[in-house]
Structure formats: structure tokens, C-alpha cells
């Protein structure tokens, strides 16, 4: 088989994983923007890195993106515990897309690098991007399964959470935190557009069919990878983005089950 | 060495005084009702007795402890039941689930026999696999009694426990309300609608921003505090047990 698409098949099964988990504790959270919010800040630390890039200066992409999204997730835990999460990820978000079209703009040749960054492409991971995609991927799922009780508990009841002495605002930027580290890690395979629909759709999809936690998180990760595979496969023989058709069957599925619910 | 014990102390968000040199003490085993109008700061006393929030003045102290500063020496002797508005359903957990999760987020193992245990208090041990989601606010509100019983409290804090609660779950909740105080537990329950507990309470705290009467029902509900408490007459009832009930209050906002 092909190195590339056994790589983007591999990639597509992390990023599920990452899709999976990440999308699942974001619908728990009832943050489910977060994901958008912190796909455009990392947006904004990618356009840096390719504004400098562009004048000599090395800086690679992933780097930047986890300190932006990281930098967004402080200003978000910020912002709940004040209440007002919304109105915090949806300024942190206009005010990335605006740093990021600052950047792209003053970067030469910059139109095709963006608009990876943009869309995506899961078949053109490099060697390098599919280890961090492998890295990455197992860090958060260590991470996660290490305070998933906590994550859970203050997702659940925040006001028991702080009377059982938990520190929520420590937990909650945790949690942020590890949701942004897995958004950046999917970030040049599915593009920071397309992210959403890929941690998202399948999370709210499975939350509405799943009848446990154990069947929330399968489900959704077995329709992440299904579009993502479908999405591969379409590509594959029709020459369409296949992050764009993995997004939209995705996005699909999800209108068509809570339709029918 | 009282259960509880507020000492002069006054409260503000901002620069709104909330709470003004309010001093209690509750005793070991006492069935306290604390009562007031919306916006009296009755669930600032509860979140400055469980460490919450630290009072602009005075101490507040619980089981001895100073309650902001050693928050951790008494944690795991308080059961708090929240107000089952700030509970979030999108988690799909099982009652057991529920019961278990706080134990489980500070690293601790629990039992599935302690678990049945506390479930059979409220008598819901029968259906521990049901969605917490999909059961009434009654029944919901008798799972989280049992999760706040799970580590048999010396002192049990309840924020609202009836709202939106059937007659039959508000009974079966004074009725184990009652038991944890006859074994020496001390009960402090917020409440807009004292009725339910009027006959098992030892005393009630009536409160609007500043403690305006405290003392067993017959002697608080006078036309006097309940106008300073509320800002206007409310027709009382003595019952037949010669327990003097007000018809109504504010409503949970």
C-alpha cells in the first residue's frame, strides 16, 4: 500500500481517538464552541509561524498553534469562571481569526500553506506531522484517563465539585487545555474549519444515541472514523478535499439522527 | 464544640453587602431550617460555611475549623446537596454513577455495598443502573441526598432540597433528614417553602441579609420578623400539632 495512505489511515484512526475523547468531554463540558474557538487561535500561532518562516526565521507550525490554543484556553477558563464562557471563546475567536488574516496577509506565497491549514489535507501528512499526530494522541489519552473522574465531576456538578475541595478553575483549564492540545494535533489533516465537525458532530451524534459514557465515546468514535475513511475513500476516486467530505457526512449524520430524535 | 459557628461576620460581593455581622451557632445534632426571601444571602451562609468564599469580616467556623482557611480538615465530615439547578445533564451517568463520582474524582474507592447502602436510605437502592437524567426532579434530588450520605457526614448542608420536588420525594427526604439528626448528625437546610420541615426542625433562622430572628418557628413567625424578613405580612397557620406555618413565601428565582 501506499506510504501516504497508510499513514493517513493511521492518522484518520488517532484523530478519531482525539475526536473521540476530546469532542465527547467538550459536548459533557456544554462548551461545544470551545472546539471552533480554540481551532482558530491555534489558526492565528500557525499564521505567525508562517509569516516567519517567510522571513527567514524557522518556527514550526505546531509549536505556535499549542501556545495560541493554550493561550485561548487560559483566556477561556478565565472567562467561566466568570460565567460568561461564550461570550470569552467567541472574543478569543474573532480576535485570533483577525491576528491570523494579519499574518497570512503580510506572508508572501502564502495562500497554499493557509489553505492547508485551513481545509486540510490528511494525505499530505508528513513524516514529522504524523508523529506529532502519534504523540499528541497519546498524551491526551494519558492525560484524560488520568483525571477523567475529575474532568467528569466538574462537567456534571461544579458547585459539589468546589464544596468536595476540587479546584474547578484548575481542572476546567486542564480539561480546555487538553481539548486544545487535541484540536492543534488534527489541525493540519482536517483544517481549523473543518475541525469542528470532525470533534463535534460525532460527540453531540452519540450523546444523543448513547445510553452510557462507555457508548457516548465509541459511538463517537466510530462515526469520526467511518467519515473520515469515507472521506479518504471519495478522494480517493473523485479528487474531492477529503477533510471537506469527512466534515460534511459528519455534520450529516448528526442533523439526521437528531432530526429523528 | 459547636457543629457550626458564624461569628460577627459580614459578607459582600463587590461592593454589595450581602451578609451583615451575622453570629449563630448550631450545635451538634441541631435541625436547623434556614428561611428567607430571594436574594436574603442564605446560600452565601452556606457557601461560607463550606470555605467557599472568605468573609469580609469575622470568622466563620465548622467543626472547629476555621471554614475558608482549613477548608480540608472538615471536608470529608460535611455532605452537601447543591441545588439541583446547577446539576448538568449532558454526562448520560447511571444513580450509581452519580453516587460514586465525587468519591471517585478526589481518588478514592468506594464500595458497591456502601453505594446500595446509601441508595436504600432514600429507597431507590432498586434501580441504581437507571439514567440519572431520566428520572423526576424528585427522585433525582433523592440521589443526590444519598451521594451527600455516602460518607456518613457529621454534618449534612442542603440548598434548596425541595425545589421542584414531588410530595412523596420531599417526605421521604425530611423523614431521612430527620433520622441523620435523632443519630447526632447536625442538618442546616436553605429553603423557600419551610412547611415540609416545619414539624422536624429545631429551630429556624429567618434572614435577610442579617439574621432577623432565630429560634423554633412558633416563637420566630411573629407579624413582627416576618415583616422585617419579607417586607410584608404573610398570613400564618397554627396546625393542628400547634405548629405555626406560613401560608407562603418567595418563590425560588
Known sequence: ?261 | MKAIEFQDVSFSYNSEEVLSDLNLEIGRGEFVAILGPNGAGKSTMLKLTLGLLRPKKGTVKVLGFNAYEERDKFVDKVGYLPQREDIHLEAPLTISQVVKLPMLARGKKIGEENVRKALKIVGLENISDKLFSELSGGQQQKVLLARALLSDPEILLLDEPFNGVDVISQEKIVEVLAEMSSRGKTVVAVVHNINPLLHNIDRVVLLNRRIVAAGKPNEVFSEENIVKAYGTSIPVVVCEEGYTHPLYGDYHG
Open chain 1, 1 to 261: 500500500m501506499d506510504e501516504l495512505i497508510l499513514r493517513a489511515l493511521i492518522a484518520s484512526l488517532l484523530i478519531s481517538l482525539n475526536a473521540s475523547v476530546a469532542g465527547t468531554l467538550t459536548v459533557f463540558r456544554r462548551a461545544s464552541f470551545l472546539v471552533a474557538g480554540s481551532a482558530h487561535s491555534a489558526l492565528a500561532g500557525v499564521a505567525l509561524a508562517l509569516f516567519l518562516n517567510s522571513i527567514g526565521i524557522d518556527a514550526h507550525y505546531f509549536l505556535f498553534a499549542l501556545i495560541a490554543a493554550l493561550f485561548f484556553a487560559f483566556l477561556s477558563a478565565k472567562a467561566a469562571r466568570r460565567g460568561d464562557v461564550n461570550v470569552g471563546i467567541a472574543t478569543a475567536f474573532s480576535l485570533s481569526m483577525a491576528l491570523a488574516a494579519i499574518f497570512i496577509s503580510l506572508t508572501r506565497n502564502s495562500a497554499s500553506n493557509a489553505w492547508q491549514f485551513l481545509f486540510g489535507d490528511i494525505l499530505l501528512l508528513t513524516v514529522d506531522d504524523f508523529a506529532i499526530v502519534t504523540i499528541s494522541t497519546v498524551f491526551v489519552l494519558l492525560a484524560v484517563s488520568f483525571f477523567y473522574h475529575k474532568f467528569l465531576f466538574i462537567s456534571f456538578d461544579p458547585s459539589g465539585a468546589e464544596a468536595m475541595c476540587l479546584n474547578v478553575y484548575l481542572y476546567d483549564f486542564l480539561l480546555i487545555a487538553l481539548i486544545s492540545v487535541s484540536v492543534v494535533t488534527a489541525l493540519k489533516a482536517v483544517g481549523a474549519i473543518l475541525v469542528f465537525s470532525i470533534f463535534i458532530a460525532p460527540s453531540s451524534t452519540a450523546r444523543i444515541l448513547g445510553r452510557s459514557l462507555s457508548s457516548v465515546f465509541v459511538i463517537s468514535f466510530i462515526l469520526a472514523l467511518s467519515s473520515l475513511y469515507l472521506g479518504l475513500v471519495t478522494s480517493f476516486f473523485f479528487s474531492i478535499p477529503s477533510g471537506a467530505v469527512a466534515a460534511a457526512i459528519a455534520s450529516l449524520v448528526y442533523f439526521a439522527i437528531s432530526w429523528k430524535k
